[in-house]
């Protein structure tokens, strides 16, 4: 079966062809982040235009690199939320009106849902069950997931999000937006030694995680050594937050008494994240697992993979209603 996925639930556009036997056939995404950079943030009206804009030409994009028309199309996924109410509009419009004309299934998906089936797409890719430590855009959670959409929550941000931390992080710091990878970058010329940073809830019992100290802690570094090098402030930064992720991550494999660690969203991508956890985690006898560099972010391949997941276990929508979901906790899917 061949299924197109929409992303629209924020400020990247994606769309993406999935075939149930043979994988990932062409996926196409054009991120907002230049526009959205002169406001320090995504404004979602801007947002919401801009999708009208792309979705088209990026669905003919996928289509003609593999050479099939929309006829091919068994099914349609979309992101049903969480995510800005307008932008999910534009895909979940799209994706109803193509579903509707071609009378074919239009799947509603769950953002998050996609970025846990995410490292699926990898290769090697990791059989279930897994701990999965979602760091994605406002989210920082750290799941058990049994299978497609068997998801038990663990522990989870009290405040500010990782991603969230970093972004305002580069702000503080004069960096353009998303401050994410510009922290990245900076982080590797710097001192992560020079300023001692906090590491919020570092020893707690649970698996909860609190950034937003982290960021305040930031905030008076810069106020009270204005001449502090950036470089120096990005790493001790950075090094605190992938230390208390990193931590949290271990503590939840060794809770759950799981070999494999998925990691996904935005921040996984992050180099230091990545050495940090490929080194503790082989030092326990367990593997990780991190989706595609290029799949990292918000994209429409893990839109098309988590509906297909769901089309080949005759888990779809049964009301037929259209709607967008802005809020929608991921404890409220149901399994597949």
């Not at 994606?14 to 995504?42: F, I, N």
């Amino acid at each position: 079966m061949l299924v197109l996925g929409i992303e629209s639930s924020c400020d990247e556009t994606g769309v993406a062809l999935y075939d149930t036997v043979v994988g990932l056939r062409s996926h196409a995404l054009h991120t907002q982040v230049e526009m959205h950079a002169e406001y320090g943030g995504v404004v979602p009206e801007l947002a919401s235009r801009d999708h009208i804009r792309r979705i088209v030409p990026l669905t003919r994009r996928v289509l003609d690199e593999v050479g099939v028309s929309l006829a091919a199309v068994d099914a349609i996924a979309y992101t049903q939320g969480p995510g800005l109410a307008g932008a999910l509009l534009v895909g979940a419009s799209f994706a109803q009106g193509l579903a509707v004309g071609l009378g074919i299934s239009a799947i509603g998906v769950h953002h998050l849902e996609g970025h846990l089936l995410s490292p699926l797409l990898a290769d090697p890719r990791p059989e279930f069950p897994f701990v999965a430590l979602l760091v994605s855009g406002g989210h920082t959670q750290l799941m058990q997931v049994d299978g497609v959409g068997r998801y038990t929550l663990l522990g989870e941000t009290l405040d500010d999000a990782a991603g969230e931390a970093f972004d305002k992080t580069g702000q503080l710091l004069g960096l353009p937006y998303p401050g994410g990878p510009e922290i990245s970058r900076l982080a590797q010329q710097g001192d992560a030694f020079r300023y001692p940073l906090p590491r919020p809830m570092l020893m707690s019992s649970d698996l909860d995680f609190s950034f937003s100290g982290l960021k305040t802690a930031v905030l008076n570094l810069v106020h009270k050594h204005p001449d502090a090098r950036r470089e120096d402030v990005a790493a001790a930064f950075q090094a605190a937050a992938v230390d208390v992720l990193a931590s949290k991550a271990l503590k939840a494999l060794k809770q759950t008494g799981f070999c494999r660690l998925v990691i996904a969203g935005g921040v996984s991508a992050n180099t230091l994240l990545r050495s940090r956890l490929n080194a503790e985690v082989a030092r326990v006898g367990a593997t990780v697992y991190y989706p595609p560099l290029a799949l990292c972010t918000d994209n429409g391949a893990m839109i098309a993979y988590a509906g297909a997941q769901r089309l080949v276990a005759d888990a779809l929508p049964s009301d037929g209603v259209f709607t967008v979901r802005p809020r929608w906790p991921l404890s409220q899917l149901q399994a597949a």
